[in-house]
């Protein structure tokens, strides 16, 4: 198994990533013997990887991290960096590797505090890798200090520094970022491809992988979800029941409250999980006794990690909520399908008898306003309007038609 087998039909950029995880070699190779560096390296100092959700960009980014720390002797031996085995793979893929650093969003946006370490890191020499890479799994929601900051680092890189950026788009990137990355744009993967993925990785049965890809629209991590977990089926399910409750306004209200409730309880399992786990390793590190006081002047540090569970809670919550929404999406889409005849393959098969209710009782011109509604939603829920409220809205306009 190498470092690319999660890469579920990338199969040009594993290539690219491949062609330049050997230059890399030849680079580090060539500056240990003090030899003159190729002219015609496909290796550079800053990639930034684009697509869909779901499409894998955090996977082929922590993937060529593992590729460019590899140390398996085949190597030198002429096989291709990335073996997945060694030790140098295999740290860096599970996030242990000391110069594979990871950075992505706790809340809405990156702030400049959480970047200020990360760019000094990026200009030490690495400690016991080839490289020292910096991973930015939501280059999207760098902020305007946090993204020059990041800008600055990439204009005057160290010689072995490497910075990996991951955004849905270029056009969510700064240009003066963008234009000093190499570009690489991932494709939704096929339905099939992920199907396929799901039972050879997972073990799944074919006919529930073949659901929970189809569900998802090539979704890589959601389609794995829907097909491992018994409790985010019945939460999809749930989801999908919501179009036949919203005959009046007391339902609509009701079904916007559950869907938040259940985002929250989400965030709320988060943050059992990891908050008291963190809480008592900082406690510990500052050196307070196990149920005892904190020492002086060590107040600042605890508000500050406090500060950082409470906004991981509120982007867990809406991450919740923006699945919920991307489920209501598809099953109004297959509503449209269904209406004007098209031949598009129905994603919601397990809820075809509510499809084509829906698509009986109402227009076309209906449902591109209810899909309309949704979208507005999700606009709303990234500036930052209560949860409730925008998710009424929506349930309201779902109504209206």
Avoid at 205 to 231: F, I, K, M, N, Y
Avoid at 251 to 257: E, F, G, V, Y
Avoid at 345 to 370: F, H, K, Q, V, Y
Wanted: glycine share 6%; proline share 4%; aromatic share 2%.
């Amino acid at each position: 198994m190498t470092v690319w087998d999660d890469l579920v039909g990338q199969e040009r950029v594993s290539e690219v990533l491949t062609a330049a995880a050997r230059d890399a070699d030849a680079l580090v190779t060539a500056a240990a013997a003090d030899r003159p560096l190729p002219e015609t390296s496909k290796m550079t100092h800053a990639w930034l990887f684009t697509g869909p959700p779901g499409a894998g960009r955090n996977q082929a980014a922590r993937a060529f991290a593992a590729a460019l720390q590899c140390v398996s002797p085949d190597r030198a031996l002429g096989g291709a960096p990335g073996c997945g085995f060694c030790d140098g793979c295999h740290t860096a893929l599970v996030g242990t590797h000391a110069d594979v650093n990871s950075v992505a969003a706790v809340g809405a946006e990156i702030l400049v505090k959480d970047m200020r370490d990360t760019v000094r890191k990026s200009y030490t020499a690495p400690a016991t890798g080839r490289w020292q890479i910096i991973l930015v799994e939501d280059a999207e929601r760098l902020n305007e200090k946090s993204a020059n900051a990041v800008l600055k680092a990439v204009e005057e890189p160290a010689p072995r520094t490497v910075w990996l950026l991951c955004a849905p788009s270029v056009e969510d990137v700064l240009p003066t970022i963008r234009s000093r990355c190499r570009h690489l744009n991932l494709t939704t993967p096929s339905v099939q491809a992920v199907a396929d993925m799901l039972v050879r990785r997972e073990g799944i049965e074919p006919e529930v992988a073949a659901s929970a890809a189809r569900a998802t629209q090539g979704h890589v991590d959601r389609a794995r979800r829907l097909a491992t977990d018994p409790a985010a089926r019945a939460r999809r399910a749930a989801v999908l029941k919501l179009p036949l409750r919203l005959d009046e306004i007391g339902a609509c209200l009701k079904a916007a409250q559950e869907l938040v409730d259940a985002a929250a309880e989400d965030a709320k399992q988060l943050a059992e999980e990891t908050d008291g786990k963190e809480t008592e390793e900082l406690k510990a590190a500052l050196g307070a006794a196990e149920g005892g006081r904190l020492p002086r002047g060590t107040a600042g540090v605890m508000k500050d990690l406090e500060d950082m569970q409470k906004r991981r809670r509120t982007r867990t919550q809406r991450d919740s909520l923006d699945v919920a929404l991307t489920d209501l999406t598809g099953f109004y889409r297959d509503v449209l399908a269904l209406q004007l005849g098209s031949r598009v393959a129905i994603a919601n098969g397990d809820a075809e008898e509510a499809l084509e209710r829906l698509a009986r009782a109402g227009s076309p011109e209906a449902t591109l306003r209810r899909i309309e509604a949704i979208a507005a939603c999700r606009d709303a829920l990234d500036r930052n309007v209560a949860p409730l409220l925008a998710v009424e809205a929506m349930t309201m306009a779902l109504r209206a038609g």
